[in-house]
């Protein structure tokens, strides 16, 4: 099915928040859509009438379809989908279910999201494993060769890689890599966590094991909310999180449980099953709007806005790769991003300040120590990103 051109005054009449403020911080967490609230707030008056448990079995269609909205969005099965809090909860669930030991190889790339540095580098401390970081091509990203030649020399247990870093527009090539860990029967692990909703996925075509993602950002969902993708090949292994409770599993003998046959195995027990209805309902706003035509309006907004930086003296765009995405990076000559994000949130502009600390590698490749982050979605116009740009050419005159 063909998609419609997408009508970006009606997109912005179903979101409220487009009335009172230019929202150029989608990377960080999205404007919800008029329907994305409403699921929110029925479960909770739902909740507030009837009992918290009682108006989850009340919803038990609407949670599976949920499922089914996620899942249509990644092109997988209900099955093969877990509900979290956020995509760190998702990230960490699957790499605690690969049963690292002592000498075993991580295979990661320098651009990886923060978090899932600490936590390799926590496992390098805690089990002994070994934290291996495959090299940059001379364009930017990782160089899959390197990758296959790394793999092929040193096995590793897991290949980790980030598809779009918090910090940068750089797209990896995730499918790439995806086709190298299938050849090599090595498990994969995607953190998608802001290119849901931004970007087109098909877990078949990457090839992943795990994929994790976050509701807040690109997908317009609420905060607290994320999903994991785990593939058939990883549940045929067996393969569970460290800490499994009695969402994931069944205790059938007195020492002795057994793991759920899907997905499910990686959740907890507990949910705000508001935030998870509504997760399903951006999901389902996504589709409809169509994921093609959304990365098309989100790459046209991102390229104005790299045009209209690169005009500026004391501005030096950070952003490489062959592939860019709607977010923007850039440092400013002898200002700290920190005080353009206040001086454009008093002009009801929002954008985010980078620090090293969220991309050390990156950040001491490119030697700076902090960023400015803007991130234009779909229903921002092109007025509101001139509006940016002419706001900071004032602000840095």
Known sequence: MQ????????LRADTPGCKERVHLNNAGSALMPQPVVRAIQEHIILESRIGGYEAAEARADAVQAAYRSVADLIGAQPRNIAFTENATASFIQALSSTRLQRGDVILTTRNDYASNQIQFLSLQARLGVDI???????????DVQAIAELIRRRPPRLVCVTHVPTNSGLVQDVAAI???????GVLFLVDACQSIGQLPIDVTALGCDFLSASARKYLRGPRGAGFLYVSDRALEQGLEPLYIDMRGADWIAEDRYRALPDARRFETWEFAWALVL?????ARYALALGLEPIAGRVAELASRLRAGLGKFERVRLLDRGGTLCGIVSLAIAGLDPADMVTAL???AINTSAQIREYAVIDYDDKRVGASLRISPHYYNTEQEIDLALSTMQELLA
Do not use: M, Y
């Open 3 to 10: 998609n419609k051109p997408l009508d970006i005054q009606r």
């Open 132 to 142: 291996v970081r495959a090299p940059d091509c001379a364009t930017g990203g990782v």
């Open 178 to 184: 995806g086709s190298v860990c299938r050849d090599a």
């Open 345 to 347: 949130r008093r002009r």
């Open 278 to 282: 509504a997760t399903g309902e951006a």
